[in-house]
C-alpha cells in the first residue's frame, strides 16, 4: 500500500492521507479517528499519450464531524493530486461535484 500524506503538519484539524492503491483519501484526526474519507476510481488513458481519469465516486464524513472542512480538504487534496499528476476528473460524487463548482481553479480538471 502506498499513502501519501496531502496536508500541512503544522495545520489544526485532521490529517489528509492518500492510499493511492486503494483509490482512497482518508481524514484522520489528531486522536487517530477516522472523520472522513473520499473514494475514487481510475481509469487509465487508452491512448499513449493521453490524460487518465479520476472518477470520484463517495464523499463521507462521520455526522458528529460535518460542517467542520472536512469534506472541503478532502476534496481539495483529491483534486489537488488530480492535478499534479495531470489527470482529468469527473465528479460522480455530488460534494466533489459541488465543490468544483463553487471553486472555478479547479474546472480545468474536467472532461
Known amino acids: 500500500m502506498h499513502d501519501e ?3 500541512d503538519d503544522t ?6 492521507t492518500h492510499d493511492e492503491d486503494g483509490h482512497r483519501l482518508e481524514a ?3 486522536d487517530g479517528e ?3 474519507f473520499l473514494t475514487y476510481d481510475r481509469v487509465e488513458a487508452k491512448s499513449a499519450g493521453g490524460r487518465g481519469t479520476l472518477v470520484a465516486t463517495h ?3 462521520q455526522p458528529h464531524h460535518e460542517r467542520q472542512g472536512i469534506g472541503s480538504s478532502l ?3 483529491f483534486l ?3 492535478r499534479e499528476h495531470h489527470l482529468t476528473v469527473i465528479p460522480q460524487c455530488s460534494f466533489v ?3 468544483v463548482d463553487r471553486h472555478e481553479e479547479y474546472k480545468t480538471l474536467l472532461p
Open 11 to 16: 495545520a489544526p484539524g485532521p490529517q489528509v
Open 59 to 61: 464523499t463521507i464524513v
Open 80 to 82: 489537488d493530486y488530480a
Open 97 to 99: 461535484h459541488g465543490y
Open 75 to 77: 476534496a481539495r487534496a
Open 28 to 30: 484522520t484526526m489528531p
Open 34 to 36: 477516522l472523520a472522513g
Open 5 to 7: 500524506e496531502m496536508s
